[in-house]
């Protein structure tokens, strides 16, 4: 089922996967929902005020580099000059006319450029002089991110732009300040802008990096080497750059009776949306899906209908997409997806598997089982770890995940994949550990 929208407007589309056979009293209803946006170039006028909107230029942006300058960035002195040289490559980047500042982290935020609680507008001029006060930047200081983002809010949310956007480089843990006050930091900026987040090199903590990218609905990756930075940020940057819709959410309805188990996003990464829901009007509730350009994403959704008998249907879910207005309305974007439920007494219909379901459940247990089994490896439990790390290598050899099998390979010794028999490898490289664990959530597409 698919359905998209009128032309000159924003073209998404989406479609639903499903076996819709249920046993008798059966309940449980899966469905892998596909998104996807086309047309780039014609986005931003229907979505947003036709003032946030360039022609042929793209909506209009605001982008916050956010580079750490904690003392750890001179271990080794070449850290600090590749950050600088990266995120003056970011800088290159920028289209003409989009906002953009650069903060430095320490425990504290400060403005490098252009300073004043404002916003620089991308230009031949202001890209050179951002690129001179980089230069200026020494490190020195400690490392407490939820400032730096929350700096990072105060500069994006006076710009009257369509796309708001975070890049956030770190080397080191987030030591001065606690748990709770990064977590405080990211709810304050959930929903206000994305933000994509790196750790270069090997001394900081995986989890509160993926922890920023899941918060902001960005994404999370490790840049062992500092070499790599500068072609990583021009990436992130064009990736930002083709951002054409902001603030996507999935609405889902659902009918009396029936109950949401689970909404997650299962390609290209795993990020669980249910706890994301805000209420949207009688038994429909709004996910969010983030910044749009052209691309495709798919949703795992699970809901849970009231039992039947054989020869019944209903609709179980139906989805749309839609944007929130200024005035605080929501523009729908015209496409829909419905989800349904038939009892039947077919034991083959009712018990088979539909192959996207199937795939996604297996990618979202793939990525539970290596952080899992990462989990256990640190605290010594070897058997723990191995069946875990064997079960990832057999999800990963099984569902065609060759990166992923690629990276597990750095970490244990595959003696069979199809059975998932491991064995751990005595010495890891730390690089290869906290690759394997930033990118877990990663997933294949399922071949259509």
């Known amino acids: 089922m698919a ?16 076996n819709e056979y249920l046993p008798e009293e059966g309940r449980e209803v899966d469905a892998v929902v596909t998104v996807t946006a086309t047309g780039g ?7 947003t005020a036709p003032h946030l909107y360039s022609p042929g230029q793209g909506p209009s942006a605001a982008v916050v580099l956010m580079v750490d300058c904690s003392g750890s960035m001179d271990y080794p002195p070449t850290k600090m000059r590749n950050a600088r040289d990266a995120t003056a490559a970011a800088i290159d980047a920028l289209r003409d006319g989009v906002r953009f500042a650069v903060v430095g982290g320490t425990h504290v935020a400060r403005e490098v450029f252009p300073g004043g609680g404002t916003l620089a507008v991308a230009d031949a001029g202001t890209r050179e002089q951002a690129k001179q006060a980089l230069r200026k930047l020494t490190a020195g200081g400690g490392t407490a991110i939820g400032t730096w983002l929350r700096l990072a809010d105060r500069l994006l949310a006076p710009a009257d732009v369509a796309i708001r956007h975070g890049i956030l480089l770190t080397d080191g843990r987030n030591e001065h300040e606690s748990p709770q006050d990064l977590r405080a930091a990211l709810d304050a900026c959930a929903g206000r802008f994305t933000c994509d987040a790196r750790g270069v090199g090997t ?21 062992a080497d500092p070499a790599g930075l500068a072609a990583d940020f021009t990436r992130m940057m064009e990736t930002a750059m083709g951002k054409e819709v902001a603030d996507v959410s999935l609405r889902l309805w659902t009918p009396v009776g029936t109950t949401v188990r689970f909404v997650k996003q299962v390609a290209p990464t795993v990020e669980d949306l249910t706890r994301r829901r805000t209420e949207a009007g009688p038994r429909a509730g709004d996910y969010p899906l983030g910044s749009w350009g052209d691309e495709s994403r798919d949703y795992h959704l699970c809901v849970e209908v009231p039992p039947a008998g054989i020869g019944q249907e209903m609709l ?9 207005q200024p005035d605080g309305s929501v ?3 015209g496409a829909q997806g419905l989800v349904r439920a038939v009892w039947t007494d077919d034991l083959v219909a009712s018990t088979s598997i539909n192959p996207q379901v199937a795939h996604y459940t297996g990618q979202a247990e793939l990525s539970q089982v290596i952080q899992e089994g990462l989990d256990l490896r640190k605290v010594g439990d070897i058997d723990g770890a191995t069946a875990k790390l064997g079960r990832a290598v057999q999800l990963a050899s099984a569902s065609g995940n060759a990166d992923t099998a690629k990276l597990l390979a750095k970490v244990v010794d595959v003696v069979d994949a199809a059975t998932g028999t491991v064995r751990l490898k005595a010495k890891v490289e730390e690089a290869d550990e906290m690759t394997l664990e930033t990118r877990s959530t990663k997933t294949v597409r399922v071949k259509k």
Request: hydrophobic share 45%.
């Open 3 to 18: 359905n998209s929208t009128k032309s000159n407007v924003p073209q998404f589309s989406v479609d639903v996967y499903q």
């Open 41 to 47: 170039g014609t986005v931003g006028s229907a979505v």
């Open 203 to 223: 001394d900081w903590e995986v989890k509160e990096v993926t922890a920023v990218a899941s918060a902001l609905l960005g994404s999370a990756d490790i840049v």
């Open 316 to 324: 179980a879910a139906r989805l749309s997409l839609v944007v929130p």
């Open 331 to 333: 523009q729908n974007l």
